[in-house]
C-alpha cells in the first residue's frame, strides 16, 4: 500500500505502532527499534516533528503471525 502524506501535518499526532512477532520483545528494545520508522515519517511529511510538543506514541507487541508491523497515525488536540 503507498500512502500519501498529508498536505500538511497535523500540529499532534498520536502515533501507534503495534507489533506481531514469534516472541515480545525487551519494552525498550522495540521502543529504540522504531526509530528509524518515525524518523521517516518525519521526514516524509506524515508527522511535523517527534517531539513530545507534537507526538503522543504508544508501544504493542503480540505473539501473533503473519508477522508484521502496523502503524496508525491519528490526529490530535495539541496537549
Request: charged share 25%.
Amino acid at each position: 500500500m503507498h500512502l500519501h502524506p498529508p498536505l500538511t501535518p497535523p500540529e499532534h499526532v498520536r502515533l501507534k505502532i503495534e507489533r506481531y512477532g514469534a516472541r515480545l520483545l525487551d519494552f525498550d528494545n522495540f521502543v529504540s527499534g522504531t526509530k528509524p520508522l518515525t524518523d521517516s515519517l518525519v521526514a516524509e511529511g506524515f508527522i511535523l516533528d517527534d517531539s513530545p510538543a507534537h507526538l503522543t506514541a504508544e508501544y504493542h507487541q503480540h505473539i501473533g503471525k503473519p508477522h508484521r508491523t502496523v502503524v496508525r497515525i491519528e490526529s490530535q488536540q495539541a496537549q
